[in-house]
């Protein structure tokens, strides 16, 4: 059975010297560009005689993630999959980028659709329209996934550590009932939309916001976190 390289635009957590070679998934993810002008939607150039194609992926690094085709691939000109698929392969490294060799077709699949708040207390899963409370976001941070992905989050300003005027951001925190039990904080957020702050005055304890951020975990402090420049949608 492959074992999970990474999933969406988590980074990996695998290691060349003991990693290297194995059979392996990298789930929720999408084709983005290959490395040849001749190869706009294929695998690789069946015509392109010895050779190969790399086709670089939406959500990782290209200079660490490819997909690895040979152009003698029986599927070299089969059209790559649009939309989120699962890729199982063999994830091989030349120098500091993991190459994945997939076999077969058989090797794509439609992604599927995985829930990352699954069996974690609290509620929400993330959208606007069902934004998570903070008993959810700080379960979630806590697992220290490394999620690049933005959520929306519900809660009470319970405490306010700066206002940078100068920087434009803020420093503060969120609770489920405005207390300072079970807070997250909120790392150099941003104002409305996204705009920088301008006045202290702007925000205060006791104010229900929704903040559009990621979740990350501050492992100098072990300090689960909204990552900076979250902005806030609305307050009042």
Do not use: C, H, M
Request: a neutral charge; glycine letters at 10%; zero cysteines.
């Amino acid at each position: 059975e492959p074992t999970e390289f990474a999933s969406g635009t988590n980074a990996t957590t695998w290691d060349l010297d003991t990693d290297g070679g194995k059979l392996g998934i990298i789930r929720n993810v999408s084709f983005k560009s290959s490395n040849s002008s001749k190869v706009t939607d294929t695998f690789a150039d069946a015509n392109g005689g010895a050779g190969s194609v790399s086709w670089t992926l939406n959500e990782q690094d290209g200079r660490k993630v490819i997909v690895y085709n040979s152009n003698f691939a029986k599927f070299a000109n089969s059209k790559v999959p649009t939309g989120k698929v699962d890729i199982v392969g063999i994830f091989k490294r030349f120098n500091n980028q993991w190459e994945i060799v997939i076999r077969s077709l058989d090797d794509i699949k439609v992604a599927e659709k995985v829930d990352p708040f699954k069996g974690l207390p609290g509620k929400g899963d993330g959208t606007q329209a069902n934004p998570l409370d903070i008993t959810r976001a700080l379960a979630y941070a806590k697992l220290n996934k490394k999620d690049a992905n933005t959520y929306y989050i519900k809660g009470i300003i319970s405490q306010i550590d700066e206002v940078s005027t100068q920087y434009g951001n803020a420093r503060y925190y969120l609770s489920n009932d405005g207390t300072t039990t079970d807070q997250l904080q909120v790392f150099r957020g941003l104002y409305l939309n996204g705009d920088k702050f301008t006045d202290p005055s702007q925000i205060s304890v006791g104010k229900k916001v929704l903040i559009l951020g990621t979740l990350d975990f501050y492992e100098a402090t072990s300090n689960p976190q909204v990552g900076r420049n979250s902005k806030i949608i609305s307050i009042n």
